[in-house]
């Protein structure tokens, strides 16, 4: 049996592709094992999010040549789509593909294994419209399912190379989505996420039907308890959409919005197209249906031009929404965004400064969030072990708080009441009612 070995870079999308691409071998009887067991192909997923993430993927390139000299080595995904001739000057890399035609994969490498001639298959993305057919029905977990419904970005912010790397916006078709929500339920799943490059668009290539529509029809299948959304587009979430998912009952109180900037000088720069007003003002809608809803967003300190007076309107709005939890980024110039090219951009050591700055408000406002709980009884859909005492299990709340509590592992893919009693760094500890 021949073996292959994937390593992926980057976000939740990249992820379901490579167990989409796993599950294309392993239909064609391919043994799928990690990277340092050895394999006759390596395929690499890469990301191209920051220069660090391309250094990153060329590391990975030439360490999977050098496991197996014999081996095939195929490149995929957004580093791959952005810079083909870099890719194709590492010794050692078999085929390339860029962000499309990954459903040709288990193909070409037996193309390349017969003839031993490298392939590069990565084309541009201008006017390229369709919606790639990779799909997953069967994952390793059991309780929470990925399944990716958009693809591209078209709204080009300064900072950004994903949409050069993705192209432009392709849906995927409706009756797909239903028919996997379908498997995936059949399957165990009691949770799935909506994911892509830029979820809020979906379905705006097509007629009539756009994101609520989705989050509706799998909603009506039977077996999935709760949908959870990737992170939104802040404008996609008005008064229309909060009462539609409120009647429709299964989305999660949990919402990713990136906000980047609490600065309106430096989102114009940015090229995000809110106002902090309108930012503030969408949170306070979200929490006046959802009380309880977790609003999780990502900062870019350091932006080109950000005075200290900017960074600390972000603060200050960090403090009025209150987030449950910050993901913090020190902008880093990217090859190839209208970004790179701005001047006045800020010293690392002012960039650490405002990061750790930031990184300790968001750590206050997660535990602020989280104390509000302690003494009630949360929903929690348990997922695995502990990895610090197997005693223990953990899951995650609706508005996404990880919960960990005595019990069985037989309870994974359940969804329990817990009793919280406590707080433990980034966990709240609990006691499951039913014990």
Known sequence: MMRVAFYTLGCKVNRYETEAMEELFSDRGYEIVDMDEGADIYVINTCTVTNLSDRKSRQ????????????????????????PKEVESIDGVDIIIGTTHRDRIVDLCEEVMDERQSINIVGDLKGYRDFEDLHIDDMESQTRAYMKIQDGCNQYCSYCIIPYARGSIRSRPLKDIVEESKRLALAGFKEIVLTGIHVASYGKDFKDIDLLTVIDEVCKVEGIERIRLSSMEPRMIDEAFMEKVMANGKLCDHFHLSLQSGSDDVLARMNRRYTSDEFRDIAKLIRRYMPDAGITTDIIVGFPGETEEQFEESCSLVRDIGFSRIHVFKYSPRRGTPASEFGDHIHGDVKNRRSEKLIALGQ???????QRYIGATVEVLFEEESRDDSRYMEGYTTNYIRVRADGRSDISGSILPVEIIGIEKNILLGKIEEF
């Open 60 to 83: 990975v390139m030439r360490r999977a040549k050098r496991s197996n000299e014999d081996s095939i080595v195929a490149v995929v995904g957004c580093y791959s789509q952005v810079a």
């Open 364 to 370: 206050e406002m997660s535990r602020n969030f989280m």
